[in-house]
């Protein structure tokens, strides 16, 4: 998969999402930014986010993912 594709399934499932993927055409990083994550443990984060992209992970299309989910102020605080 390429990582433009990734980044719009993401965008898609989680609307208004600051979404960048990078990757090597097999592993892929995901940073997710969105207001949805608020409240959020990480693991449900990780699981809205793996939601998006459940029909390329069952099909084996993708099938190495790393994400990073944050809140707005969270990202702001990374710098």
């Known amino acids: 998969m390429e ?4 980044a ?3 965008r898609a499932g989680l609307p208004g ?8 055409g097999e592993h892929f ?6 207001d949805a994550f608020e409240g959020l443990s990480l693991i449900k984060r ?3 986010v793996m939601e998006t992209v459940r029909e ?3 099909s ?6 790393s ?7 969270q990202q702001a605080a990374q710098g």
């Open 8 to 10: 719009q399934l993401i």
């Open 3 to 6: 990582t433009e594709a990734i």
């Open 46 to 48: 990780e699981r809205l």
């Open 67 to 73: 994400i990073k989910a944050r809140t707005p102020a």
């Open 17 to 24: 999402a600051e979404v960048q993927v990078t990757g090597d």
């Open 56 to 58: 390329q992970v069952a």
């Open 29 to 34: 990083e995901a940073v997710v930014v969105s």
């Open 60 to 65: 084996g299309e993708l099938h190495a993912l």
